[in-house]
């Protein structure tokens, strides 16, 4: 990944060593909060970026990468991130409930900004919906923090803690949308999941997420933090039928392109591009 100092040191060592070198870079723009990490990230971008020149190829997950890594374009491709085949080998299934269930798969951390979904519910005042929150509790002040918010305010939420994920599929298939709330995502493999089982999503706009979802075909982005966007997008998913079931086939026809086994054969065809140019 760019900005970690061993792939800087990896492609030295590459270079003098005359050893073929790919990057994959991961888009790791994530907006720094302290001050001397906005320094830190400023000051290697503006004295280390150079070193990208170093490796044979670079492997891009989203479109912005490409922007913004421009002085290396001709040795860049854009490859993004899979998922595996068996969140395609199921039925899609509509559980009838007398609650709407909205989805958050990822880590209960402060920084992927859970705290946002509760806010939704709390001040758009929409009692009929159940919150369910899928991943393990990294940050145990954040997640008593939800809690206590939760149940001070009598909001439906269910900790599920970590999941397996081919178990994950049928906890998809039960809700009726993803929503992703983290203020940066550099890809957002939970998008790809949730489109192959044809769940619409809402999720902040930033680099990972702008690149997978667009607005009225597979879901809707929001900033972050903004309650009353997220607030009338899902009342009009869960409420437009036919909007609802366009995203939902529209999601299941794109995921089927974020195959790992489709993925895999691109990378691939990369490492024996640059293998094939080192021995000629």
Known sequence: MYRHPHTLLSALICKLKRIPCIITTHSPFHPAKSLKRRMLTFIFDFFFMWYLKLFDKLILVNSTEMERFKFVKNKSVIIPIGIP????????????????????????????????????????????????????????????????????????????????????????????????PSPYEAFGIVILEAFARGKPVIAVDSDGPRYLVKNSENGFLVRYGDVENAAKYIKLLLKDKKLYKKISMNNIKKAKQFRWDKIAKKVVRVYKEVLRKQTH
């Open 85 to 180: 085949k068996f969140f395609f080998e199921k039925n899609y299934k509509k559980v009838q409930r007398r609650k709407n269930i909205i989805l958050y798969v990822g880590r209960i951390h402060k920084s992927k900004g859970v705290r946002f979904l509760l806010d939704y519910v709390l001040e758009s005042r929409i009692k009929a919906v159940r919150i369910l929150l899928v991943g393990p509790i990294e940050d145990k002040e954040y997640y008593f923090e939800l809690k206590g918010l939760a149940e001070k305010n009598k909001i439906d939420v269910k900790f599920l803690g970590k999941i397996e994920r081919r178990k994950l599929v049928k906890i998809y298939d039960n809700s009726d949308l993803v929503f992703l």
